[in-house]
């Protein structure tokens, strides 16, 4: 998987979000299948993820051994994070998602731009391994066209000191991340 080529991470944020293979089951939460997914703020980039049927506190430490180390890990209220070995300090949040509100929007550009999260009847996984391959290449895609982003800023004309959210502006050409798959 392509990750930006910084060297030192200040901050990861980790989340899971649920879906199923195959069929929904007829259990009370209607959910078999877990992605897993580990950002950091800045580049904004997914540098770690995994898929399985479970969400143990194991699952999660496989992802947190194979990423660069990074300051500091936040997390929402799932007590399986708790029993993980972070590598630096870990913000365990159990009354909002303010900590985890940029993974907590990558996982949305995944149910948006991934079908096969998008829309149950039209579109699923049949096996573990498709699920895992598909997800593999659109990261990839999403993770070029974050650092394509910030290369193409351009500094701002107006006096605010926040980047301006229409970048479209200054280029000939916008970017999109279709353009990266």
Not at 63 to 75: F, G, H, Q, R
Not at 107 to 122: E, F, I, Q, T, W
Not at 148 to 171: D, G, M
Request: hydrophobic letters at 35%; a neutral charge; aromatic letters at 14%.
């Amino acid at each position: 998987m392509w990750i930006s080529q910084q060297t030192k991470f200040e901050d990861f944020e980790l989340d899971e979000l649920y879906w199923f293979i195959k069929e929904k089951p007829h259990t009370e939460t209607g959910e078999n299948t877990y992605v897993m997914t580990m950002i950091s703020r800045i580049p904004r980039q997914i540098v770690g993820f995994d898929v399985d049927f479970s969400k143990s506190s194991q699952q999660i430490q496989k992802i947190v051994n194979s990423v660069p180390v990074a300051d500091t890990y936040y997390t929402d209220g799932y007590a399986g994070y708790l029993e993980v070995d972070f590598l630096g300090r870990h913000v365990y949040n159990v009354s909002d998602k303010k900590d985890t509100h940029n993974v907590e929007s990558v996982n949305s550009d995944l149910r948006h731009y991934v079908p096969g999260l998008a829309r149950r009847n039209r579109c699923f996984f049949r096996s573990l391994d498709t699920f895992k391959s598909v997800l593999a290449v659109f990261i990839d895609a999403y993770n070029k066209f974050g650092e394509a982003k910030l290369k193409h800023r351009i500094p701002v004309r107006h006096k605010s000191p926040y980047p301006s959210k229409h970048l479209h502006e200054f280029r000939e050409h916008p970017l999109s991340l279709l353009d990266f798959l």
